[in-house]
């Protein structure tokens, strides 16, 4: 079955520190991985996305992340935290079940930015 | 920018109503979803609908819910006789085609409360 596991439900950093979010995912076909950032009471935002191609990919505000098939990642990362990057982030996996695709999210981690 | 929108953005509904949630796709989408996520918990898969019919529905996706595209422009998610475990905030996603590198888009949500 596909599935994304998103390890570390809170992450905190400091300020200025590197971010680390991670997202591991289990496919049997090549997959679509994306990053979703969800603001306090907001909606789902795309933060970045891989495809196909170079497998690191950069988005919006900073993020980048870098698609590694043989460890089945798909960690998102930031040199520098900034206070406006506090939020949850999603990881997902587009996939094809039953004809129709979908997303797969996992679990999200909830990222605390420390003054 | 081309945006989702739901509206209405928080409705709160006394259990056993019925409550209709209304999305205005991004006009050139094909591919309309509705998700769910609960408090604190992760983003749920509901429902996947394209070319005026269901294509996938989970098993949260029973038979008090149902989808439509009454007029072409508006899609619609409707829950008869809601239940407090309904309380959650739902998502609508479109995406403008087929493949799964296709991203979604989201709407906003609706943040629905049963009480």
């Known amino acids: 079955a596909q599935s994304v596991t998103q390890l570390g439900s809170h992450v905190s950093v400091s300020e200025g520190a590197l971010v680390l979010l991670r997202c591991n995912y289990s496919s049997s076909v090549p997959p679509y991985l994306f990053w979703y950032v969800q603001y306090p009471n907001q909606g789902l935002q795309l933060l970045l996305k891989?495809?196909?191609?170079?497998?690191l990919v950069k988005g919006i505000n900073g993020f980048e992340a870098e698609f590694k098939k043989s460890e089945t990642s798909f960690h998102l990362t930031k040199p520098s935290a900034h206070m406006s990057d506090a939020a949850e982030y999603f990881c997902?996996?587009?996939?094809?079940?039953?004809?129709?695709?979908?997303?797969?999210f996992g679990t999200g981690t909830r990222l605390k930015v420390l003054a | 920018e081309p945006e989702v929108t739901q509206t209405p953005s928080h409705q709160v509904t006394q259990m056993g109503q019925e409550v209709i949630l209304r999305c205005v796709p991004i006009?050139?989408?094909?591919?309309f979803y509705w998700y769910r996520q609960i408090l604190g918990q992760k983003v749920e898969f509901l429902v996947s609908?394209?070319?005026?019919?269901?294509?996938?529905k989970s098993e949260i996706f029973d038979d008090q819910f149902s989808v439509e595209r009454p007029d072409g422009s508006n899609f619609t998610l409707k829950i008869r006789s809601t239940k407090l475990e309904d309380s959650a905030m739902y998502f609508c996603a479109t995406r403008l085609g087929e493949g799964s590198s296709s991203e979604a888009f989201f709407g906003q949500g609706t943040r629905l409360t049963v009480v």
């Open positions: 997902a996996v587009s996939l094809i079940t039953s004809g129709t695709y979908k997303y797969i």
């Open positions: 609908f394209y070319n005026n019919e269901i294509s996938e």
């Open positions: 006009s050139n989408h094909l591919y």
């Open positions: 891989y495809t196909t191609g170079a497998t």
